[in-house]
């Protein structure tokens, strides 16, 4: 018996990722594959090391992707900035904030958790609240909480936690070309984000930064980092500068693909962007209240590229999300833990933030409910 090739139905992707990928970003992906330690591909590393600073607004030496999803560039930061009996503070406002807390106990973290409501966000207050008479290794927050739609500032609570002498960890796996993320001018120390939400790459790799400070308490480790897969300075010798060092087989064509996202972002202008973001949140915004819903998530804070709107009373959410994927092709998100059966979850981000296919989900929702 002869296994036929498998053909994937067309989708528009508008739940909380991956989103949908521009047509050039999977041409990019077919192109003859080369040796991970090529000359050509080597330039390509430089490059996308290059265009990843810009797009994290950021001179860190040490911004690369990580071979592996976000949850990857999450292990990363804390395995590498993490050793036994540290203490930190992590922001809990959702799904993200709670891994979080789990890698770094993982890690032999003493883990101080700051928690708000799911839906609103970590406030300054609390952190200086949770910092007072403690000195902790870092700070850790969610900027864009996927599972909730929130956006917690990061300028204040970033003053607070270097005053308190400690290194901030940002989690920039939604937010990254869906809003401003300036790592250098709101002092983050380490970032992390995904190729698969506002960059509108296949998911696969995880861009990280970590700023010369970061660098230099890896340096300053009394232990082996726990992970040697994860571990910056073997990493180093291949993502760095000089002549590269072998320490995986790097996923060649999801860089391929990840050049060419990170170029279509530049192209586009990183403000125009994150206007193209907001115009078509505030669109879907509008077009909701007409049909009589609204967003869940604190008002003031909500993300243009995450949506959670209020399922109406009564209604079989499930059912809505089905026919939405089997009558008319598009695929939006379920509520996670406490918003579980409560929320939508409808994602504007990267290539499907546009003005076509907002109308496509409010014509959709207001012919089913």
Known sequence: MTTQAFTLPQRTLMGPGPSDVPPSVLEAMGQS???????????????????????????????????????????????????????????INGVFGTRMADIAARCGAEVVKVEAEWGRIIEPAQIAEALNGRSPKLVAIVHAETS?????????????THDAGALFLVDSVTSL????VRVDDWGVDAIYSGTQKCLSCPPGLAP??????????????????????????????????????????????????????LRLVLDEGLENRWARHETNHFRLKNGLAEIGLGIASQKGYQLWQLNAVTVPEG????SIRKALLDDHGIEIGPGL?????????????????????????????????
């Open 33 to 91: 594959l080369v040796g991970h330690l090529d000359p050509s591909f080597v330039t390509m590393m430089e490059e996308i090391k290059d265009m990843l600073r810009q797009v994290f607004l950021t001179k860190n030496k040490m911004t690369f992707p990580i071979s592996g999803t976000g949850s990857a560039g999450m292990e990363f930061c804390f395995a590498n900035l993490i050793e036994p009996g540290d203490e930190v503070v992590i922001g």
């Open 148 to 160: 909730t739609g929130a956006l917690t500032p990061l300028d204040e609570i970033s003053k607070l």
């Open 177 to 180: 070309g869906g809003c401003p």
């Open 208 to 261: 990280v930064s970590l700023s010369p400070r970061a660098m230099e308490v890896i340096a300053g480790r009394k232990t082996v980092v726990q992970s040697w897969y994860l571990d910056v300075n073997l990493l180093a010798n291949y993502w760095g500068d000089g002549a590269r060092v072998y320490h995986h087989t790097a996923p060649i064509t999801m860089n391929y693909a990840l050049h060419e996202s």
């Open 315 to 318: 209604t079989d959410e499930a």
């Open 337 to 369: 833990g406490p918003l579980a059966g409560k929320v939508w979850r409808i994602g504007l981000m990267g290539y499907s933030s546009s003005e076509e296919n907002v109308g496509r989900v409010l014509a959709a929702l207001k012919a089913l409910l």
